[in-house]
C-alpha cells in the first residue's frame, strides 16, 4: 500500500483522466475518473495540502467514509472520500489530504 504522508498534488497532475478502482467490501468494485487535483495549502507550510475529485460509481453513491482505491501505477490508497454531488457526467467524491 502507498505512503499517503509522502504523496503530493504533484504525484496526481499527472494522472488527471486516469482511471482509478473503488474495490471494497461494501460495494461491487466500480471505477471512477480522476477529474480534478487542487493545491488549497498556504505558502510555507511542511506540506502543500491538496485535493482530488474523481467522478462516477454506482447511484445511490458510496457513503463518506474511508474506501479503498486502486491505481495501476500507485497501488492501493485507503482514502476518506467524501460525496459531493452529481454533476452533468455522474456521482462526484473528494479525497482532501491536509
Known sequence: ???????????????????????????APFDVELIDVSETGSPGSSRSQFSLVFRGGPSPPLQQGI???????????????????????GQRYEAVFA
Request: proline residues 8%; glycine residues 12%; aromatic residues 8%.
Open 1 to 27: 500500500m502507498t505512503d499517503l504522508g509522502a504523496l503530493t498534488a504533484g504525484d496526481f497532475k499527472p494522472l488527471l483522466r486516469e482511471r482509478f478502482r473503488f474495490a471494497g467490501e461494501a460495494t
Open 67 to 89: 474506501h479503498p482505491l486502486e491505481h495501476i501505477g500507485l497501488g492501493r490508497l485507503d482514502l476518506f472520500i467524501v460525496p459531493i454531488g452529481p454533476d452533468a457526467e
